[in-house]
C-alpha cells in the first residue's frame, strides 16, 4: 500500500467523523468541503457545527474546499459523499481522482441505473482501486473514538495492508472480498430501517418491528444472493450488524425518518436520508419488485404517496402465507 496522507471527501456527519477518527490516530489527513464557506467555518471554529456539534477537530485536521490539493496530498480519497451525488463529483474530479485508492463509504442505489456506487465509479473512472468501507456505526460514535467495527471489502492485492493502514484502536476492520454483498446489505438496511420506524411511530409494536427486521433481512439476502453475492456476508457487519444498529435506533436518521411518518408528522428534511431514494431505485430496478422485495416496495409506494399507512399494513398482512425461508 502506498504511502501518503489520507484525504476524505465529503463534510457531512460521517465524513467528518472519519477524518477525526484517521487525524486521531496519526495520519496526515484533509477533509474536502464542497462549500468554501462551511471549509473556512470548520478551521476557524475547529468544529463542523452544521453536521457534527461537539466534537473538535483534531489538531493537524486540514479542511479545504481545493479537490486538486485534496487528492494531491493522499494515495487513499475516503469518499463520504451522498450515493446520489457521487457519480458527478467523480465525472467532475476524474482527472485528481485517478492513481489514488478509492474506499466509498456511501451506502444505497443510484436512482435511474440502479447502480451500487462500486459500479458508478467503474462506469466514470474504469480500472480504479477501489474498495467499501461500510457496517454499523453513527457518525457520533466513531468521531468520539467509542468502539466500533466495520467491513472492509475489496478485491485490491494490497487489502490487508490497507486494512492495517485505516484500523485505530477503537476502528477495527474486518476484511471481505465481497464488494456486492456489502454493499447491497447497506444500502438495503436503510429501506428497512424506515420501514421499521414507521412501525414504531404508527404504534403497531416492538413484535411487528422483529417481524419486519426478519422479513425485510430476508428479501436483502435474497437479492444479494441473486446478484452473486456471498450468502455469509449478509450475516456480517455489513448485513445484519448493520440492519440491527439501523433498525433499532433513534440515532439513525432512516429510522427517525420512518418514525415521524408513522406518527404523521413531517419528516426532518436538512438531512440525507439514503433509504428514500434506495427505495425508488431498486423497486424500480428489480422486475416484479412488489413480489421480490415486498417491504422495499411498500416503503417506496408510501414515500410516493401512492398507498396510505394502514392500506400497506393490511396490503402486507394480506401476503400469500409461504415458507420461512421463502
Not at 483534531?58 to 494515495?75: K, Q, T, Y
Not at 478509492?102 to 462506469?123: F, M, N, S
Not at 468502539?147 to 472492509?152: E, K
Not at 413531517?266 to 431505485?281: C, I, L, S
Request: net charge neutral; with cysteine; charged share 15%.
Amino acid at each position: 500500500m502506498a504511502t501518503g496522507g489520507i484525504g476524505v471527501i465529503g463534510a457531512g456527519a460521517f465524513g467528518t467523523a472519519l477524518a477525526i477518527a484517521q487525524a486521531q490516530a496519526g495520519h496526515a489527513v484533509t477533509l474536502w468541503a464542497r462549500d468554501a464557506g462551511q471549509a473556512g467555518a470548520m478551521m476557524r471554529r475547529r468544529e463542523n457545527t452544521a453536521r457534527l456539534p461537539g466534537v473538535a477537530l483534531p489538531e493537524g485536521l486540514v479542511v479545504s474546499a481545493d479537490f486538486d490539493a485534496v487528492a494531491a496530498g493522499a494515495s487513499v480519497l475516503l469518499l463520504a459523499v451522498p450515493t446520489q451525488a457521487l457519480r458527478g463529483v467523480v465525472r467532475a474530479q476524474a482527472r485528481a481522482l485517478r492513481g489514488r485508492v478509492l474506499v466509498i463509504c456511501c451506502k444505497g442505489v443510484e436512482r435511474g441505473t440502479g447502480l451500487l456506487p462500486v459500479q458508478v465509479i467503474e462506469a466514470e473512472l474504469p480500472g480504479a482501486a477501489v474498495a467499501v468501507l461500510t457496517g454499523p456505526s453513527f457518525a457520533a460514535d466513531v468521531a468520539r473514538g467509542k468502539p466500533t467495527a466495520l467491513t472492509l471489502a475489496t478485491g485490491l492485492p494490497g487489502a490487508a495492508a490497507l486494512q492495517e493502514r485505516l484500523s485505530t484502536p477503537a476502528l477495527r476492520l474486518y476484511l471481505s472480498e465481497d464488494m456486492q454483498g456489502a454493499q447491497l446489505g447497506g444500502a438495503l438496511k436503510n429501506v428497512v430501517a424506515i420501514a421499521a420506524g414507521i412501525t414504531i411511530g404508527a404504534g403497531l409494536g416492538e413484535s411487528a418491528r422483529a417481524a419486519l427486521m426478519t422479513r425485510g433481512f430476508a428479501e436483502i439476502a435474497r437479492l444479494a444472493q441473486a446478484r452473486g453475492a456471498d450468502p455469509t456476508t449478509l450475516q456480517g457487519l455489513s448485513g445484519f450488524g448493520d440492519l440491527v444498529l439501523t433498525c433499532m435506533s433513534e440515532k439513525s436518521r432512516n429510522f427517525r425518518h420512518g418514525l415521524a411518518l408513522g406518527r404523521g408528522a413531517a419528516p426532518d428534511d436538512g438531512q440525507t436520508v439514503e433509504g428514500v431514494m434506495t427505495a425508488h431505485a431498486i423497486t424500480e430496478a428489480v422486475p416484479d419488485a412488489a413480489d421480490a422485495l415486498p417491504v422495499s416496495a411498500m416503503v417506496s409506494a408510501l414515500l410516493r404517496g401512492r398507498v396510505g399507512l394502514d392500506d400497506a399494513v393490511v396490503a402486507l398482512l394480506a401476503r400469500p402465507l409461504r415458507h420461512e425461508h421463502d
